[in-house]
T-cell receptor, first 117, second 116 residues
Framework: DAGVIQSPRHEVTEMGQEVTLRCKPI?????LFWYRQTMMRGLELLIY????????DSGMPEDRFSAKMPNASFSTLKIQPSEPRDSAVYFC???????????????FGNGTRLTVT | AQSVTQLDSQVPVFEEAPVELRCNYS??????LFWYVQYPNQGLQLLLK??????LVKGINGFEAEFNKSQTSFHLRKPSVHISDTAEYFC??????????????FGKGTMLLVSP
């Protein structure tokens, strides 16, 4: 089990540029979550998918943020255009949803540290 | 709606001393409770979880937590800490949302600093 794989580990970009973060969940997991971590706000849930379908994106801060999950083994989080206040660590996590209202514990990737200058 | 409060942002302790990291939660539905640990430059790892049954839950690395429904608390404890326990600890609550799916809400975290 390779765990949740995120890429890149670090991303430095200039304000206004498009940023794409990638995530490969654990094989067999059917739920995928994107979190953002900052000192000020802690861990915030941005969006989550179940069986590749977005369930709740109410945590996405602005229309500049979008996320897709084209298949069970891949998801992207895109920021266009990026701004300095988007600087944070972005985590992807996956779990198995039993369909009974309970998700197995989340497995997290190592995160992508985004710096927007 | 559900929320988690970790009362201490930082807890300094000496090696081999006991430690308790406090966590209180609120939720309008039945909850599942978790503690995660985050080492520098890494993602979060599950320490332990409470789903049902015994209110005393044992996890990895010698940690344990006690679920107290009347006080809506889920404090994490370790009788004797090591330098290697230095990390950030997150309490989290999982509850069923209106969407019909459960999500995890995290506290702000407590940094455990163990010194020799």
């Amino acid at each position: 089990d390779a765990g949740v794989i995120q890429s890149p580990r670090h991303e430095v970009t200039e304000m206004g540029q498009e940023v794409t973060l990638r995530c490969k969940p654990i094989s067999g997991h059917n739920s995928l979550f994107w979190y953002r971590q900052t000192m000020m706000r802690g861990l915030e849930l941005l969006i989550y998918f179940n069986n590749n379908v977005p369930i709740d994106d109410s945590g996405m801060p602005e229309d500049r943020f979008s996320a897709k999950m084209p298949n069970a083994s891949f998801s992207t989080l895109k920021i266009q255009p990026s701004e300095p206040r988007d600087s944070a660590v972005y985590f992807c996590a996956s779990s198995l949803n039993s369909g009974q209202g309970y998700n197995s514990p989340l497995h997290f990737g190592n995160g992508t540290r985004l710096t927007v200058t | 709606a559900q929320s988690v409060t970790q009362l201490d942002s930082q807890v300094p302790v000496f090696e081999e001393a006991p430690v308790e990291l406090r966590c209180n939660y609120s939720s309008s539905v039945s909850v599942y409770l978790f503690w995660y640990v985050q080492y520098p430059n890494q993602g979060l790892q599950l320490l332990l979880k409470y789903l049902s049954g015994s209110t005393l839950v044992k996890g990895i690395n010698g940690f344990e937590a006690e679920f107290n429904k009347s006080q809506t608390s889920f404090h994490l404890r370790k009788p004797s800490v090591h330098i290697s326990d230095t990390a950030e600890y997150f309490c989290a609550v999982s509850g069923l949302q209106l969407s019909g799916y459960s999500t995890l809400t995290f506290g702000k975290g407590t940094m455990l600093l163990v010194s020799p």
